[in-house]
């Protein structure tokens, strides 16, 4: 970070002393000439006392740029912004304003006991995998501290389960058979079901139509999602996603239905499977 006159920490030189170079410093100049800059540290500001001691004493504070102290800050601690000719007296002490910057910069992340004050720590400052898992304390972390949506959870509630033989050649929707076991546990909010099944037709060229089943309630609202096929006895693979906006929280059954649109049987045996993930945002 390239030093600024702003800065709070700011590094000294121990005795130095040297006067001001050719043109002076005139009052309201920003650009203080010095016969040496030699020894001053140009990576943070640095504060000096012009003709210390004197009538016209003055503290500035500014920025190393060659043989000049520039951005100069003018008239600190209470002292006069005057003009100063070419060969008075400037020196380096430690001064009201070191000691002042320097607790102002440490009290923003410090309390008065030295401890971290509260939110002194905030993301931007923290590396990359710098916080583990075995440095958080059990009770660190609580709901109040956790962003609305920032942590998901995710539940696996079917897993590669086999379907069993189950037909329907009509309209209204049925279980699908070892496809109604399933339960998820929700503290509340928008959940997102992740759906993979298989199914096959006895008939070529007709439609089915599917959906979940979570408590009481049918997911799509309507007659489900609808799927066409044009194979004879081919398990097909079906792949949805729902979102099911502000679930309460509760423990709700899920299971699997379908429904024959047009002609012959929609139909499942042992070699489908289903999976079904619901992925929680915590709130």
């Known amino acids: 970070m390239a030093a600024a006159n702003t800065d709070k920490f700011k590094k000294a030189k121990r005795r130095f002393s040297t006067t001001i170079g050719v043109g002076g410093f005139t009052a309201g100049a920003t650009t203080l000439p010095l016969t040496s800059t030699s020894g001053l540290d140009t990576d943070t500001a640095i504060t000096l006392v012009i003709e210390p001691g004197g009538i016209n004493e003055e503290v500035i504070t500014g920025v190393v740029s060659g043989s000049n102290i520039i951005n100069c800050v003018r ?3 209470g002292t006069t912004d005057a ?15 070191h000691w002042d910057d320097a607790m102002t910069g440490i009290l923003v992340s410090h309390n008065q006991d030295g ?3 509260t939110d002194s720590i905030i993301t931007s400052n923290i590396t990359n995998s710098a916080v583990t ?3 958080i304390a059990d009770t660190a972390i609580t709901s109040a501290k956790i962003t609305a949506n920032a942590v998901t959870k995710a539940t696996t509630i079917f897993n590669e389960v086999a379907a069993a033989v189950w037909t329907n050649s009509t309209t209204t929707f049925s279980d699908i058979t070892n496809w109604t076991g399933g339960s998820i546990t929700t503290s509340g909010g928008d959940v997102i079901f992740h759906i993979e099944f298989t199914y096959y037709r006895a008939t070529s ?16 609202s309507n007659a489900g999602w609808r799927q066409y096929t044009n194979e ?15 679930l309460p929280a509760g423990t709700y059954t899920v299971k699997m239905q379908g429904a024959n649109v ?20 915590i709130k």
Do not use: Q
């Open 205 to 220: 060229g007709y439609t089915s139509d599917f959906r979940i089943v979570i408590g009481s309630t049918n997911y799509p």
């Open 232 to 246: 004879l006895s081919s398990h097909k693979m079906n792949v949805r996603t729902i979102l099911v906006s502000g």
């Open 83 to 97: 003009t100063h000719t070419a060969g008075a007296a400037v020196s380096m002490y430690f001064t009201e304003t």
């Open 115 to 117: 401890t971290h004050a």
């Open 133 to 135: 898992t075995a440095k």
């Open 75 to 77: 008239g600190k601690e």
């Open 262 to 281: 047009s002609g012959g049987t929609v139909n499942t045996d042992a070699e489908d499977r289903l999976r079904v993930t619901a992925v929680e945002y």
